[in-house]
């Protein structure tokens, strides 16, 4: 019969690998979701910064599904191996997380910055109005980038909009934008708390299987 320390950790090394599995599908078809929606990609053409954001999501969310499912399946199995093989992979991947981390916190300004060349360009504002529509915003700073040419997207409910009006989005559309880098900063650094919380319970389950076997293997002998 395996003892209650075993059984605390394989139940606390199961829970924790689900919710990276069920975080990590989250996060991949999110990914997905984004690189293959038509409007959501003519709104991160807008920012080169934004578009490699998305690939490491879909990377980050596969490998986190992939982590959580060798987790689950090294609990169920008991084997020091596939145990091992599990956090070896969680370990690289929360110093890799940490790198990108520092790298995306430190570069904000130059990866969140928008291109403001494509304002003067007609082709491009249907772009420009998915992206004010959808974070509620209007030119990069403010308003006054557009000058007297304000489009109907800066406008809350009516058709036109001017300078003076209170029926208009006063925010910029870059402070929003780097808001957003700022919030999958935020679910970064949790994920890593549970990945913190994987090794850990990854670490006693692999010293309490040894305990149990020896213990098994003493039983046999006598």
Known sequence: METKGMEC??????????????????????????????????????????MGTVIAMIVLGATLTLCGFFGCLGAALENKCLLGFFFTLILLLFLAEVAVIIIIAVNIPKLGAINTSTMS?????????????????????????????????????????????????????????????WIIIGFAIGSLFFEIAAMVSACCLCKNVGSYSAEVTAINRS
């Open 9 to 50: 950790c394989k139940f606390l090394h199961f829970v924790v690998n689900f919710l990276i599995f069920i975080a990590g599908g989250i996060i991949l078809g999110l990914g997905i979701w984004v690189k293959t929606s038509s409007d959501a990609t003519k709104i991160l053409e807008t920012n080169q910064g934004s």
């Open 121 to 181: 360009n007609t082709a491009e504002m249907k772009k420009w109005d998915l992206l004010q529509t959808s974070l509620q915003c209007c030119g990069v700073k403010g308003p006054q980038d557009w000058g007297i040419n304000i489009p109907a997207s800066c406008c809350k409910t009516s058709k036109t909009c001017v300078s003076s009006s209170t029926d208009l989005f006063k925010g910029g559309c870059q402070a929003n934008h780097n808001q957003m880098f």
